[in-house]
C-alpha cells in the first residue's frame, strides 16, 4: 500500500484510488457533511459498518464505536459468544465425582481383602 503525505494530498497529488473521500467531497461537497437520513442536519459521526455520515440523532455509540440504526440493529441481533466455562465446570466436578468414588473402592476392597485373610 502506498503511503502519501498531508503535503500530497493537500496539493491534489494523489490517486483517486486512495483518496476516494475527497473524490466523493469534489462530486457532492454538501452531501459529505450532512446526515445519511436527515439531509437537512450536519454530520456528527460516521457509521464504522456501512461508513454513511449521521447526525446527533442517527449516531448511536456501542461499546465506543459508532454506528447507524440499521447496523446496530443487525450488530446486537447477532447471537453473543457464549461462555465455556459451564463445562469446564461440569467437566472438574464430574473428575472429582470419578476420584471420590474410586478412592471410595479402594479402600472397600482393600478392607475386604484384609478380613478374608
Known amino acids: 500500500m502506498v503511503e502519501t503525505t498531508r503535503e500530497q494530498r493537500s496539493a491534489g497529488n494523489v490517486p483517486a484510488k486512495l483518496c476516494r473521500s475527497r473524490m466523493n467531497d469534489a462530486i457532492n461537497p454538501a452531501a459529505a457533511r450532512r446526515c445519511a437520513v436527515h439531509q437537512q442536519r450536519p454530520a456528527f ?4 459498518q456501512c461508513a454513511k455520515t449521521l447526525c446527533q440523532e442517527c449516531a448511536t ?6 454506528y447507524c440504526a440499521a447496523c446496530l440493529a443487525s450488530r446486537r441481533s447477532a447471537p453473543a459468544a457464549k461462555s465455556r466455562v459451564g463445562g469446564w465446570i461440569a467437566v472438574i466436578a464430574a473428575a ?3 476420584l471420590f468414588c474410586s478412592t471410595r473402592f479402594m479402600v472397600w476392597s482393600g ?5 478374608l485373610r
Do not use: N
Open 45 to 48: 459521526a460516521v457509521c464504522m
Open 96 to 98: 472429582l465425582v470419578i
Open 111 to 115: 478392607v475386604l481383602l484384609a478380613g
Open 61 to 66: 455509540q456501542w461499546d465506543g464505536i459508532w
